[in-house]
């Protein structure tokens, strides 16, 4: 049993709520798989618990009242601390908790939040909903784990509307997990901030704090996405920080992480997860705290251009013309999708209304994949080809337009020269209006 570093807090196990549902007795699976391959798992204790270190620096917003003699796994534990950030959304949802009133926490991010090579049970996510269920057994807590194997968080914003909302309402308190799965992008790092103020923005003003992971070779986002944490005073946990920190230390491997590149092991879960109860324990310490901020009072680091994002599907949008498409379900995560297989190129054309626009396609490493042309009003915007050395049946996201104010407008798909038995799978599209002023 590992030891917690505040102490037991009297919190209290709820009835278990799962995304898409909210209800049954199971935590959710999404299908969709990375590239890498599914490797055996050790169950490998994750550091020794008998090294002791000592505690020497914190950071400024990271004021929770510490041990000073921690064990290296507690030492790794209280690294992973970033920032504290602000707690008053925090304090509000769990006092909310506290009275058993009904809550949703979501989880959005890609496969390390979904919890690829470990059962559902033994994800991070689910562990730290579990704990809070043990903490406030008069609660019903609903749990929404919206983590898609493979992808960005351009196309977790595009589908957060559908999977981080819409299964039970406004959540209360979001975890956001992009780190490895981001690049450093201008579009990236926009869709990133956007997806933070759009969660902020909600009308339950949920809690929401970052979560920045790793991968065995040292990538991640998470310079420059803590920029984002910083200025609207979240609370931030880095994986990052910690495993770096053990592994230059010599406490713990790579291998007591993880059994692949990037995805935790049942025994890497705990430790993350004990991460996220270790920051929940650290809002009840000694300390200042920063103050809670309005993001529409805060000016973006990166912009925030595509908050007010939606998708849209076969289930929400009717071609014009549909040509040699079929409403066909290719990937599970995306069960309303188009594809066409052959035919004579007709295309496939929608009247829509939006600002920007994005396009979320199907890409493999297939011969088949082929590359379509993509037109607004008549012009061509852009190429998107499906093909990928690195691809593995992914969802894709592709900035389309970026405009100039919501307008109507006509958007036509075709694929580049005679498309004979060329595949191009459309999953969805992105788009932004003003509903939400960013």
């Known amino acids: ?29 999404t299908t969709a798989a990375p590239a890498a391959a599914e490797t055996e798992q050790t169950g490998q204790s994750v550091v020794s618990e008998t090294q002791t270190e000592t505690v020497t620096e914190t950071t400024p917003e990271t004021s929770a009242v510490i041990n000073e003699n921690l064990t290296s796994e507690e030492m790794i534990i209280q690294r992973s601390l970033l920032s504290m950030g602000s707690d008053e959304r925090f ?125 065995d070779n040292g990538y991640s986002c998470q310079d420059w996405q803590k920029e984002v944490g910083y200025l609207y005073h979240l609370p931030m946990i880095s994986v990052n920080d910690a495993l ?22 049942p025994e890497g879960c705990k430790l993350v997860a004990e991460m996220v109860e270790y920051m929940f324990e650290a809002f009840r310490g000694n300390g200042d705290r920063l103050p809670d901020v309005d993001p529409k009072d805060v000016t973006p ?31 599970t995560a995306f069960p309303n999708a188009w594809t066409r297989k052959t035919g004579d190129n007709e295309g496939i054309s929608f009247d829509m209304e939006f600002d920007d626009l994005f396009i979320v396609y199907h890409c493999n490493k297939n011969k088949h994949f082929g590359t379509a042309e993509v037109y607004v009003d008549g012009e061509k915007q852009c190429d998107v080809n499906s093909f990928a050395e690195d691809g593995w049946s992914n969802p894709v996201p592709q ?3 970026r405009g100039d104010g919501v307008q109507k407008h006509e958007v036509e798909i075709k694929l580049e020269g005679d498309g004979e038995k060329t595949y191009f799978g459309i999953l969805a599209f992105g788009y932004t209006n003003e509903e939400l002023a960013p």
């Not at 807090?9 to 935590?27: D, K, Q, R, V, W």
């Not at 979501?106 to 939040?113: D, E, K, P, Q, V």
């Not at 251009?305 to 290719?330: C, F, K, Q, R, W």
Request: net charge negative.
């Open 1 to 29: 049993m590992r030891k917690k570093l505040i102490g037991t807090i009297a919190f209290l196990s709820a009835l278990t709520i799962f995304a898409g549902s909210c209800g049954g007795n199971t935590p959710a699976q």
């Open 399 to 401: 900035l389309v337009m």
């Open 301 to 331: 680091i990166y912009g925030s251009e595509y908050v007010n994002m939606h998708m849209l599907d076969s289930a929400s949008l009717t071609p014009v013309s549909i040509g040699e498409y079929e409403n066909t379900a290719p990937l």
């Open 91 to 215: 304090a509000k949802v769990l006092s909310k908790a506290e009275n058993g009133e009904e809550i949703t926490v979501a989880y959005i991010g890609g496969s390390i939040t979904e919890g690829y090579t470990v059962q559902p049970e033994e994800c991070w996510a689910y562990l730290t909903h579990r704990w809070l269920c043990e903490q406030y057994p008069d609660a019903k807590i609903n749990y929404v784990n919206a983590g898609l194997s493979g992808t960005p968080s351009t196309l977790g914003l595009i589908r957060s509307d559908r999977d981080v909302i819409a299964p039970c309402g406004d959540p209360d308190i979001v975890f956001i997990e992009f780190a490895v799965n981001d690049d450093n992008s201008a579009v990236t790092k926009e869709a990133y901030e956007s997806l933070v103020r759009k969660m902020l923005s909600l009308e339950s003003e949920p809690a929401v704090a970052l979560l920045f992971m790793r991968t």
């Open 244 to 265: 770096t920190a053990g592994i230059d230390a010599g406490t713990m491997t790579w291998a007591d992480y993880s059994n692949d590149g990037a995805h935790p092991n």
